[in-house]
């Protein structure tokens, strides 16, 4: 682990190996201690927090992606947007370890949490519940450079010690691939039911993103996940000035993989530059764009998901 190990003044468990001299934690060895009596106590206190916290969220959805670089943190963001306008209690969390964006596309990057009655207090942004290991960096240009035990241990406690109670929705950012923190996601809530209620896939039409989508859609079925749908990005690019949509890739990969993999397909999202613009300012584009013909696109995704 480097030395730029994050650090919270809400959550002593995460801080037991810190090193950074203005670390609250740094030196309180009774927060361990107190940690192995209760284990050894009960050996699976862990598991019963976990449940305890999780039962008392509505449903958990996370978001996978075959390969890097097809925007599924933007389908993210405006999933949880779109559920949020729609009066849903929604929370979001951010498990890409090594490359937390979800702070920066809400807005939030500068805050940091703190510890609640009951654990660690998420962000507030606009409403929704937000967690990232973002907001435990020292600075955005830190590194997380942690192998997988590490990685699960914190998603672990990303899921069981942050305040999710009494939502109706946590949607779960995962990064590209089928590695250690989707598959973390999986294992973690597996053998809880309800676990994951499901996964939104995303990709692009072009066909060396669609290949990989088939592996996150047998990696759920591996993982028994219930796959909600595909959504194809970057379908088209939409002109700023006229509006008209041109097939910058090849369309339609998407659909074609969702029917022939026999998963539903939850529709079709072009290329908008204000999405861009919404994403680096911010704005969740759903909310700040939503009379676009884009955002109509985007709530039509999460009809499943309120159904």
Known sequence: MSNDTPHTDCEPSMCESCNVADCPSAGNTHHAENNHNAQAADPHADEHKLYARMSRVGRKIVVLSGKGGVGKSTVAVNIATALHLAGKSVGILDVDIHGPSIPTMLGVEQERVHKGEEGILPVDADGIKVMSLGFLLNSMDDAAIWRGPMKMSVIKQ??????????DFLVIDSPPGTGDEPLSVCQLLSPFSPGLDGAVVVTTPQRVAAIDVRKSVNF???????VIGIVEN????????????TQVFRSGGGQRIAESMEVPFLGSIPIDPKIVEAGDGGQPFVQHFAD?????AMRKIIEPLLK
């Open 292 to 296: 676009t013909a884009t955002a109509v």
């Open 234 to 245: 970057m379908s088209g690019f939409v002109c700023p000035g006229c509006g008209e949509v």
């Open 220 to 226: 759920c079925k591996q993982m028994s996940v219930p």
């Open 158 to 167: 990303f899921l069981a010690d942050v305040e999710w109670d009494g939502l």
